[in-house]
């Protein structure tokens, strides 16, 4: 059911993870992340859990390992960046040692070696076809190993990790290389390397060497771990061709003072810019291939008419619409005044600030923002109605001649979830939307928080003109949202198409480009028949603000060897190398939106040149074979480039390895699962060390861990039945204490007859202390040693007696505690639909402290107090494109669907947004026997 607005509040649940895997998502710049650690050789031990298994348990022991070395070099020639990244260490102990290696690097870029040098005897990677490479990968888990090397890293990064056990007294020097293409952004390339160097080494030291030949503007060198003392450690030396960057700080200068380890932690960032002094742009030769950067200098911009389509859906509640708000505010501001621009609202409605595009005048612009500051959300999610609108309001425009004609037509879409109401189907959307737009404008969609259906938006942009992005949750969405706009909001020139003597190249990259944005640049590269590069003529074709770009000459290349004679060994086969690397990329993102034939082509080119050129791409991976244990253990292991889909998969359940293995379980067979318990520290008193079950919401039940790292794996399910029923919900016969609660209906009835229920009432009896509650959305009725007290909810009130601690706020919020038995919170919600001038108050009942009550608690939230054990499966994208996985619990195997809920217990206000596994049907497999075993005759039965 859709989600919709409290206005005084919402709320939701709890449960426990003991172990996940990982997976990830980065950016369009050179990044990287180093570390080195040192460990005791692995052992095993054995648990129980849904059968035998085996895991690795770590212990440190730094003294017995020496980091000798560590050492980044990257070397950029025009744009194309080669990093490699070595480490060296030394087993100082008198027995065998793991040691491990990780690094962090961006999902831009491509694997392309890794090497493992032990006593002079080399262990090599080798790229093999992915599903060639999964045979070992399967035979290692097999074996009780964790075999894949690539898993998440936070938004931008993905981390490669490696670990090798060595012999007494021996050495090991881990190798790893990667390649990418720099892309710019506004106005500059950025190299970025995050280094955590846990002790420190004798020898560290962080290189950059950049060679444009085209001439550099400006080069800029920092670290978010600089001090005063480590500043004059960072060296620049810039000529007008080549800047040599470094950075190597002494084992004393590394030392952290006051503290452990290192103040090596952090990243280390290099940003810098070319010249760009003629029309036509750079064109550089090497070895038989050419490539083409062009961003000529000084373009006017030309006028946008931009049409902005806000999802302001339930699921944007709370932080997300208050951001979106707070970007609009300050897009708007930015918008030139020769665009035009238009506002469409859409949940399962579509509203229109007005009807057509307007100018962006100051008078307009304040207009806008002051009806975006008013934006609230509610209802479902009509994508499909809300993109045709502004198609049709684009086409109608343009129709009138109500727009300038050399303008730029785009639409940018925000939305945070799917399609859920008119037109749901993404494939049947996307074929609306591709026929309407019809190649005359783009459509630019982003996608807030990690439950939007990603896959779906980015076929749709690629179809028309436009490109995705991900926005994802955080205080830092408003400069996402701004970051993104800014990059798109100046077109330069459409319609861009570069050409090039078709008897002198083949093989080309992408050379159609339907815009080009100030502070980027288009690059194309093809390979040469033949090096007659005198009658190499490029010309360019575009559309500009005032009239047409045409530029047409002879392309003028420059001497490497000449201008890097020392040099020249670096550059042998670069050109080649980026070209076959911008060749894959672009073949893999076209082949979305292919018809299956050509897909199945671009795919296998792709794959034939990822293992040319020694690439690990979505479609290869890299098997590494280490030294065999002393047991003879398979000692394969596999590295893989994450898609964007495994990535986000990962982050909906709180990480896994995107690992073959691990998409694709043994049938019937929980192999490669993510294993979790739900359960409770009877030593804690705080809602942040056990684990607990709430209600909220319509009503909604939830199971969640109270620690923060454990809350992506919450379950989850939902109660219907008939208003006035009530449901046992906790029952501990030991100590007396009973909750029960009732159902209300909605005032309203939907569109199909079905009514939403919500607990509007709640009994609540400890006969031991000789305490009732009657607890409704009126008010709260206190019976205790023959004393009644009644308060209503807009009292702040407390009241406190030797086995009884009441505290009543006037933000409705009740907080109990009862003595060495069990603390509770409720909150009262009015819940208001603002257009339907419509309003609803229900209760939320939140468990703080339940330790104290006896393990025979039950009752449908507390038979969850003492735990419940589960393990998760076999995760894939449904037919919403929500995670679906499978759960074995209590004996039972059910499938269950990712979901988002509110939990309002530590922000009564706002809530916080929890993902959990819901379970159908009310429960059922989850929960002992059936709903209908909890219902009850009186709210204050107790037996």
Known sequence: MPAERPSCFPGMWRVLLLWVCVCICLPAQAQAALVVSREDALTQETEEAAGTRSREKRSKNSANVEVNSVRVACTVATRFAHTVMTSRAQNKANSSQEVFFEVELPKTAFITNFSMEIDGKVYVGEVKEKEKAKKQYEKAVSSGQTAGLVKASGRKMEKFSVSVSIAASSNVTFILTYEELLQRKLGQYEILTRVNIEQPVQDFEILADIYELQGITFVEATATFLTNELLPLLKKTITETKAHISFSPTVEQQKCSGCDGTIIKGDFIVKYDVKREKSLGEVQVVNGYFVHFFSPPDLAKVPKNVVFVIDRSGSMQGKKIAQTREAMTAILKDLHKEDHFAIILFDDEIVSWKDFLTKATEENVSEAIRYVSRLTEEGSTDINAAVLRAVKMLKTERKNEKLPARSADMIILLTDGMPNHGVSNTKTIEENVETAIGGRMSLFCLGFGNDVAYSFLDVMSKQNKGVARRIFEGSDAVVQLKGFYEEVSSPLLLEVKLRYPDSKVDFLTKNNHSQLFDGSEIVVAGRLNDNDMNNFVVEVHAQGPEEDFQVQEKASVANWQTMYPDKEYIFGDFTERLWAYLTIQQLLETSDISTQQDKDNMTAKALDMSLRYNFVTPLTSMVVTKPETEDGADSSFVADKLTEEQRQAAERHGGFSASPAARSPASGSPSRMLQASLSRSHGGKSRGSSGYSDVDGDPHFMIQAGKISDKYNALCFDINDEPGTIFNLVKDTKSGFVVNGQLIAKKRFLL?????????????????????????????????????????????????????????????????????????????????????????????????????????????????????????????????????????????????????????SKDVQNGETIPCWFVGSDGTGLIDGTASDYIVSDLFQTV
């Not at 939403?756 to 009126?778: A, M, P």
């Not at 009550?853 to 994208?877: K, T």
Request: proline share 1%.
């Open 752 to 904: 199909n007859g079905k009514s939403n229920t919500y607990f509007g009432r709640f009994g609540i009896t400890h006969q031991k202390l000789d305490v009732r509650l009657d607890v409704s959305t009126q008010d709260i009725s206190v019976f205790h040693n023959g004393k009644q007290v009644t308060l209503q909810w807009s009292d702040t009130a407390s009241l406190k007696e030797t086995d009884l601690d009441l505290r009543l706020t006037n933000n409705c919020n009740l907080t109990v505690t009862f003595r060495h038995s069990v603390k509770f919170m409720i909150i009262r919600h009015t819940k208001v639909w603002k257009r339907r001038h419509d309003q609803q108050d229900y209760l939320g009942f939140y468990t703080l402290d339940s330790h104290h009550l006896s393990a025979s608690v039950h009752g449908l939230l507390g038979q969850f107090y003492h735990g419940v054990p589960f393990e998760m499966a076999d995760f894939h994208q449904g037919e919403l494109e929500n995670l679906d996985a499978i759960m074995y619990v209590k004996g039972q195997t059910l499938n269950v669907t990712r979901h988002w809920q509110k939990d309002f």
